[in-house]
């Protein structure tokens, strides 16, 4: 199982980054591929999912409006674009599969090892 993400960077207030993760075929059709994000002294946090089977998208609120998940399943990867970064935004970023049923933000088996993304205010 591997889930390498890439495309995390410095950006100003209001910009923007598109973040990948690059699955196995394998663990890239699980039930659902997330993104979640870890800031400094705060626990992990669900951002985004997407599911395998029609490709509903699940975001959570603070990113409604400005986050957008979506996949390439020809490249076996999922994207998190992410517009009007906020100073908030800054965390580390992680790409994670899950296979079971149940809710879309918990219960993810395999991670990535996270990119960095830094918003300056």
């Known amino acids: 199982v591997q889930l390498v993400e890439s495309g995390g960077g410095l950006v100003q207030a209001g910009g923007s980054l598109r973040l990948s993760c690059v699955a196995s075929r394998r663990t890239f059709s699980s039930k659902y591929m997330g993104w979640f994000r870890q800031a400094p002294g705060k626990e992990r946090e669900f951002v985004a999912a997407i599911a395998w089977s029609d490709s509903s998208t699940y975001l959570t609120n603070s990113v409604k409006g400005r986050f957008t998940i979506s996949r390439d399943n020809a490249k076996n990867t999922v994207y998190l674009q992410m517009n009007s970064l906020k100073p908030e935004d800054t965390a580390i970023y992680y790409c994670?599969?899950?296979?079971?049923?149940?809710?879309?933000?918990?219960?993810?088996?395999?991670w990535g090892q996270g990119t960095q993304v830094t918003v300056s205010s």
């Open positions: 994670a599969n899950k296979r079971s049923g149940g809710g879309v933000s918990y219960g993810y088996e395999n």
